[in-house]
Structures are given as structure tokens and as C-alpha cells.
Antibody, heavy 121, light 107 residues
Framework: QVQLVQSGAEVKNPGASVKVSCKAS????????IHWVRQAPGQGLEWMGW????????NYALKFQGRVTMTRDTSISTANMELRGLRSGDTAVYYC??????????????WGQGTLVTVSS | DIQMTQSPSSLSASVGDRVTITCRAS??????LNWYQQRPGKAPKLLIY???SLQSGVPSRFSGSGSGTDFTLTISSLQPEDFATYYC?????????FGPGTKVDIK
């Protein structure tokens, strides 16, 4: 079945970087964009950007530009999201999600299980 | 950026109740609107895409409607497993944005 499996929880000091991975299985990895969405504790969902696994092209939300880098390794069907300059406000669960697109419209299915990133000194 | 709002922010309902959640976009998004369900501690799950299309495997008690700026998610007969938070999301333009969520809990 189609599945996205993310790396485990991380605890980081302020100012550090974190890299979260998202391994895809059950479908052709390069055929679908991967998006990243985060959710702070008790809060809603915030879109961070996407990567095209075929070309490596990316599009980041303005809020994260300069601090985030999304990459992929097609040999192992894995997308990665690195966030630098971590601060307490970056404490959140980070999700990857596959974008299904048809007739110009798009929706997320499935989602990874989430990776909790805690930023604390 | 397109702002998404939802109402109510929370509601209490009983098993068997009909529940309606409203989502509004700050500008017209045609039918570029999706609905997700999130249970506590779990990832969001797709329910409805393109405003009214039921995702495969999702029970038929869920339905979506609307276009332009106003959308609704309806649960025709609430079941115990439906107690969760529901989010709408627009895919009309980037940045993709979500509504703040509607929490459905047990009365």
C-alpha cells in the first residue's frame, strides 16, 4: 500500500538545525510532489513548501525561505526537509504528504505519521 | 494569501446527530477545496477532495458541497469514531492554507 514513513523524534537546542526524512513506498516516487506541513502543539496546520522528486525543484512558503531546504534521494525514494536556525516557535510535529493532482486541483494523500521536533535549551 | 475560516470552532454532538461544518475562503477558489479529519495524536486523513468528491474508503455519511467562497462538510449520522478535528484546505494557489479547524466532541 502507499505509505510515507518519517524519521523519529528530535530534540534540538535553539540555533541548531534538524533534518527530517520521509520514505515513500507503494508507488512511483518521482511521479508525485511531496509537501511538508507542520503543526505546533495544540495548533492548526501550516504549509511549508514542496519538492518535485523528479526534478528536485522546490517551492517554499515565504515564512521559511532562507531557513528551509527540501531535498530528495530518488535511489531510496526519500524526501528530506532541513530547517535551520531553530527557535522555540519551531517546536511542532512535521508531516510530509503526497500531493495527488488532477485537472489542476490537488489534495494530500497519504500523510506521513509525523515527526515531533522539540526545540529547547 | 488566501485566508480560510471555519465555523464553528468546536461543537458538541451525540452519536446519530447530523453535523455541518462551514468553511469560507477570503476569495473565490472555485472547487479547489479539501477536507481532512485528524484524530488526537494522528496524522490528518483525507475525507473529501475537490469540494465534493468522496475519497475512496471514506464512509458515505461524509459529504461535501460548495464552490467559490463557501463550503460545507456534512456528517449525516455521527459515529463514535468521528469525534475528531476537521480541517478545510485550499489548493487554488500557494501558499496552500488550512482553516483553523473544527473540533467535534461528545455531548
Amino acid at each position: 500500500q502507499v505509505q510515507l514513513v518519517q524519521s523519529g523524534a528530535e530534540v534540538k537546542n535553539p540555533g541548531a538545525s534538524v533534518k527530517v526524512s520521509c520514505k515513500a513506498s507503494g508507488y512511483t516516487f518521482i511521479a508525485y510532489y511531496i509537501h511538508w506541513v507542520r503543526q505546533a502543539p495544540g495548533q492548526g496546520l501550516e504549509w511549508m513548501g514542496w519538492i518535485n522528486p523528479n526534478s528536485g525543484g522546490t517551492n517554499y512558503a515565504l515564512k521559511f525561505q532562507g531557513r528551509v531546504t527540501m531535498t530528495r534521494d530518488t535511489s531510496i525514494s526519500t524526501a528530506n526537509m532541513e530547517l535551520r536556525g531553530l527557535r522555540s516557535g519551531d517546536t511542532a510535529v512535521y508531516y510530509c504528504a503526497r500531493l495527488i493532482a488532477a485537472d489542476g486541483k490537488g489534495w494530500f494523500d497519504p500523510w506521513g505519521q509525523g515527526t515531533l521536533v522539540t526545540v529547547s535549551s | 494569501d488566501i485566508q480560510m475560516t471555519q465555523s464553528p470552532s468546536s461543537l458538541s454532538a451525540s452519536v446519530g446527530d447530523r453535523v455541518t461544518i462551514t468553511c469560507r475562503a477570503s476569495q473565490s477558489i472555485s472547487s479547489y477545496l479539501n477536507w481532512y479529519q485528524q484524530r488526537p495524536g494522528k496524522a490528518p486523513k483525507l475525507l473529501i477532495y475537490s469540494a465534493s468528491s468522496l475519497q475512496s474508503g471514506v464512509p458515505s455519511r461524509f459529504s461535501g458541497s460548495g464552490s467559490g467562497t463557501d463550503f460545507t462538510l456534512t456528517i449525516s449520522s455521527l459515529q463514535p469514531e468521528d469525534f475528531a478535528t476537521y480541517y478545510c484546505q485550499q489548493s487554488y494557489s500557494t501558499p496552500l492554507t488550512f482553516g483553523p479547524g473544527t473540533k467535534v466532541d461528545i455531548k
